[in-house]
Structures are given as C-alpha cells and as structure tokens.
C-alpha cells in the first residue's frame, strides 16, 4: 500500500491565532486538503493551545465523521490525563504520543524507550482498549526499538527532523537517511508499523519511501503549509501525494 499522507494543520491554526478572526479556517483548510486527495488530518493540541484549540479537535472529528469517513485523523501530544479525555472523548484513529515539554515550540526528539517504557505501557494499553491506534514519536536509533516493541503501540513515528535539516548536505542527508531506514528495519521486524514525520518536503520524500519498505503514513506541517503558500493548498496536496508515491 502507498504511504498515506496525513497533513497536520498546526500551522494553520497558528496563523488563526495571531488575530481574534475566525479564518483561515482550521476545518475549512483541512476540507481542501482531504477532497485534494490527503489520506487524513493531524494536529497537536498543546495546554495552552497556542495554536490547535481544543475546540478544533472535535470541529475535525466532525468533518472526517460527516464528509469524509474513509479518512484518518491524528491526535499528538504528551499523555496527561488532560490529553488521554480528550482523545477519549473525540477517538481519532490514531493517537501519536510525544515527549515534549509545554514549553517546546515543536516536537524535536523521540522518546527514549529503555526509560519510559513501563511509564507508556498502561498509556498505550488504555487507548488501545478504547479502540484507538497507538504510535510512539521515536528518534533514529534501531537500540531503543526493542524498548518501544514493549509497550505494546502499534507503530513508531520516525522522528525525521535531523534528516530534513541536512537540505543543503547530501553526504549528511544519506547518513541520516540511513539511520531511519535501520531503525524502520528494526521496528518492521519487530512487528510494529512506521509512520515518519517533521520536516518533510516534495524534496526528501521520495527517497525516504524508497529506504523505507512500507512506510505507512508521514505527518507533514510546515513543510506542506509552506509550499501552499506559494500553489496554494488544493495543489500542494497533489505534489506531497506525488512525492510519497516516491
């Protein structure tokens, strides 16, 4: 199956924010982007919703529920009882757990398993009896998978920020390049599934899903808001869509 593409709408949200107006339309963006051919939606609410509000959750829950039910939607966020209600209450498909402070801008390393897997394993074993896919945000390090296989998730999402900051690098971007497809052989083989995600681009995905085999799904923001920008969303679905074909 082709790699899925779930386009994450924080930044989106983001640019709403900087103004008390109700545009640019967090749903309505990610209704262009689902009829254009986006396999779901993704976003990450943080405490102090600086940019997905917690309303925004359920507004997406709705559209994928009334418009677009073959389609998939993504929850990030670190596991507080606070964020456990709310995928609780509005079951996304998936749940993608990360390690991140409050405080940080964005998500910018995985979890490190050997320590927090018996603090994820009742995490992960509640949300999947609720009946919600489990993905655990995971650097590139093939060690720590055998960690990760032992919280019982269902996927890792390979954190791929290191890889798209070598734009400019080739020699390091086949290094890091490298590194994700040890750590995805690993995971495969250990039976989980492999989502990757941050800092993706038209440019990278190719070969990301040439070294991956079966790479299930990439999250893309900033990359994705950023070139709807310049050929605007409706297209610029179509060009990330081309780009996970490889």
């Given at each position: ?21 109700p545009w640019p339309s967090v749903t309505g963006i990610g209704r262009i982007a689902l009829i254009n051919g986006a396999h779901g939606l993704t976003v990450h ?74 603090m994820l394993a009742p995490i992960v074993d509640r949300l999947k009896q609720a009946g919600m896919r489990v993905s655990l945000f995971a650097d590139a390090d ?77 999250s893309i923001g900033h990359g994705l808001t950023a070139d709807a920008v310049e050929f605007g969303m409706a297209t610029t679905v179509k060009r990330f869509l ?5």
């Amino acid at each position: 199956m082709a790699t899925q593409l779930s386009v994450n709408l924080n930044a989106i949200a983001q640019l709403r924010n900087r103004r008390d107006l109700p545009w640019p339309s967090v749903t309505g963006i990610g209704r262009i982007a689902l009829i254009n051919g986006a396999h779901g939606l993704t976003v990450h609410p943080r405490p102090d919703q600086r940019h997905t509000r917690f309303t925004d959750v359920a507004e997406l829950r709705a559209l994928i529920d009334d418009e677009f039910p073959r389609c998939e939607f993504n929850v990030e966020g670190y596991p507080t009882e606070d964020f456990l209600k709310l995928v609780e209450k509005n079951r996304p498909e998936q749940v993608t757990l990360v390690p991140d402070d409050p405080a940080q801008a964005t998500s910018d390393h995985g979890w490190d398993f050997h320590s927090h897997h018996n603090m994820l394993a009742p995490i992960v074993d509640r949300l999947k009896q609720a009946g919600m896919r489990v993905s655990l945000f995971a650097d590139a390090d093939a060690e720590q998978v055998k960690w990760a296989s032992e919280t019982g998730c269902d996927r890792i999402e390979l954190y791929t920020g290191p890889y798209g900051g070598t734009y400019a690098d080739p020699d390091a971007m086949r290094v890091e390049l490298e590194k994700l497809g040890a750590t995805a052989d690993a995971a495969l083989a250990a039976g989980m599934a492999v989502n990757a995600g941050h800092d993706l681009t038209v440019a990278n995905l190719p070969p990301l899903v040439e070294r991956i085999d079966n790479l299930a799904e990439v999250s893309i923001g900033h990359g994705l808001t950023a070139d709807a920008v310049e050929f605007g969303m409706a297209t610029t679905v179509k060009r990330f869509l081309d780009a996970c074909a490889g």
